[in-house]
């Protein structure tokens, strides 16, 4: 970029190097604006003579066609991409969404010098209308050699951010007691709905039942019927393993565990199979109060139909001390 002082007069299609301030301290025009026509007749009647700007030089381009150049790139799924002031490119959610960052790739791409991206954390749940990521440029203007490489590398790795919708997504709830499951129900209902309503489902479809492997068995296979987005069991015990009552009556219907213990507290304890593409997770202790604990984590994704890994799982360890 070339920045010089010249007459007003002159600064059609120049870019402001700083603001511009009427006598009374009110803004008049922003760093980085592009002076148009219009522009300059209004600095002229406020006895303006001379501004100081800059202008692209050859093998530039502006902050704003390298951010919306970026933004395009960066995302798939439901959001749109709105341009701001000041060189900046905010991503916004049009649907209920899940949030997926591809962390490597992020981090790759921040590494640079030209433009830098923030994304909300992976996993995360957005409402329609919510920011989830935003692009800014270096001022004024980036090389274009940077922006062609950065835009040849996300093409070439795919997307850093998927907004994955969550479209009318179901709950199934098994509550299970040693003694009662109407015990379980009562312990967590309140709770259940509490966390239901955060993400917008419609109230579960619920059984209760004794914790035999038996019933439990047999109420599994009952929720799987309706087919909902997914299953949690609120158990009162917790659970020793895959070999326990609920780990075994999970390997009775046929599902695949994926994965006990989590490295999240609160929910060390989880266990996640699926039944076909159907989760089911069992998180004992989870479900005695609203505060923040793995469930949190990982009902967004699950109710966007992401199947979570045993690695994706790992990878909560950072950040999962959450209280």
């Not at 709105?82 to 916004?92: H, Q, S, V, W």
């Amino acid at each position: 970029m070339k920045a010089q002082t010249i007459e007003v007069g002159e600064s059609t299609g120049r870019i402001l190097c700083c603001p511009i301030f009427r006598p009374g301290g009110k803004k008049l025009l922003a760093k980085g604006h592009l002076i148009r026509d219009e522009d300059v007749r209004v600095l002229q009647s406020e006895g303006m003579d001379r501004v100081w700007v800059t202008e692209l030089e050859e093998g530039e381009v502006g902050e704003d066609d390298a951010v919306c150049a970026v933004a395009s790139e960066i995302g798939c799924g439901c959001f749109e991409v709105k341009i701001t002031a000041g060189g900046r490119a905010n991503l916004n959610a049009t649907e209920n969404c899940c949030v997926l960052v591809d962390d490597d790739l992020l981090k790759q791409i921040n590494c640079t010098s030209s433009l830098v991206i923030a994304t909300t954390l992976n996993f995360s749940y957005a409402t329609a209308g919510q920011r989830i990521a935003t692009v800014k440029s270096a001022p004024f203007a980036v090389a274009k050699s940077d922006l062609d490489g950065l835009v040849a590398l996300l093409k070439d790795r795919g997307p850093i951010m998927q907004a994955r919708p969550l479209r009318n997504p179901t709950l199934g709830v098994l509550y299970c007691d040693p003694l009662s499951g109407d015990r379980a129900r009562q312990m967590f209902e309140s709770v259940m709905r509490q966390r239901s309503e955060r993400f917008g489902l419609p109230a579960p479809v619920s059984f209760a039942c004794v914790e035999e492997e038996g019933q439990v068995t047999k109420a599994l296979q009952t929720l799987l019927r309706s087919k909902p987005s997914l299953i949690l069991v609120a158990s009162s015990t917790a659970p020793a393993g895959p070999e326990d009552v609920v780990g075994r009556a999970l390997s009775g219907i046929g599902a695949q565990l994926e994965r006990f213990l989590t490295p999240v507290e609160p929910g060390n304890l989880m266990m996640l199979a699926y039944k076909n593409d159907i989760p089911i997770v069992s998180a004992p202790g989870c479900f005695r109060s609203i505060k923040p604990n793995v469930i949190d984590l990982i009902m967004p994704p699950l109710l966007a139909q992401y199947r979570v890994s045993t690695w994706e799982l790992a990878c909560l360890g950072h950040g999962g001390l959450l209280n």
